[in-house]
């Protein structure tokens, strides 16, 4: 079992960075996929990055590629966001998920919420204009 805990959201201003971490437990997490989303209130829970197991593969939402990057430290079973030039528009709860079934990367499951079997309670951030 993977129990995922995130941290790091706040308030900030637009064009100011901030990097949120999901702390894992659970001797297996560094074999799972791991993917971050987030949601609006009142809209469905988007995709925004996702990465393999071992670190080596990525993929971004078009809406933060260039602004945003995931990356993990399997030794501290972390993942992490890194979030540049924040925008108004990013606000939201931020979920970090791990994924059992995604093997091969890339690939369009990545972005699938039901493809993620554990998931994290969830992290706010507000941009300010």
């Known amino acids: 079992q993977v129990q995922l805990v995130e941290s790091g959201g706040g308030l900030v201003q637009a064009g100011d960075s901030l990097r949120l971490s999901c702390a894992a437990s659970g001797r297996t997490f560094s074999s799972y996929s791991v993917g971050w989303f987030r949601q609006a209130p009142g809209k469905e829970r988007d995709f925004v990055a996702a990465?393999?197991?071992?670190?080596?593969?990525?993929t971004y939402a078009d809406s933060v590629k260039g602004r945003f990057t995931i990356s993990r430290d399997n030794s501290k079973n972390t993942v992490y966001l890194q979030m540049n030039s924040l925008k108004p528009e990013d606000t939201a709860v931020y979920y970090c998920a791990a994924s059992s079934s995604i093997v091969v990367f890339p690939t369009p499951r990545s972005s699938a919420p039901d493809q993620y079997d554990h998931w994290g309670q969830g992290t706010q951030v507000t941009v300010s204009s």
């Open positions: 990465m393999d197991w071992s670190g080596g593969s990525t």
